[in-house]
């Protein structure tokens, strides 16, 4: 389970780090073509932050959310309101990396921030969404007749 939750971890935390990645591609072609700007994203360590500090914070919401369900009650993984409710406390809460790693990177800018605040329901609502897939193992042991 710890397995699953951390891909579901890292196909999260790439997201962030693709947009991270995609601006600071296009802040250096800017750059190269028109001189120095006014933008942190110029600096390679910054960029460096943004994209792998976003990638840390998907694998810690991945391996937090795959322990648990790993090895919480039973009763509490096979209820599917439960389960949703717990991935989406989780998700939303360790969520909040990607506002300290947005904020560091770009210097304490409000928009960026901004937009992190706002993705941090809609992360914990894609966990809870793809709890089901990552306790998968789990639930479909307490199913099993054999058991």
Known sequence: MLRRGLGFGLRAGAIPAGVCAVLWAVTMVTWYLYGPGDSTLEDPALAAVAVLGSLAVGVLIGAA???????APLRLVASGPLRALVCFALGGTLSSGEVVVTAEA???GYGPIFVALLAMPVVGAVAAARSRDIAAARIGAAASPLT
Do not use: E, N, Q
């Open 65 to 71: 959310i795959g322990l648990v369900l790993a090895y």
């Open 106 to 108: 770009t210097d304490g």
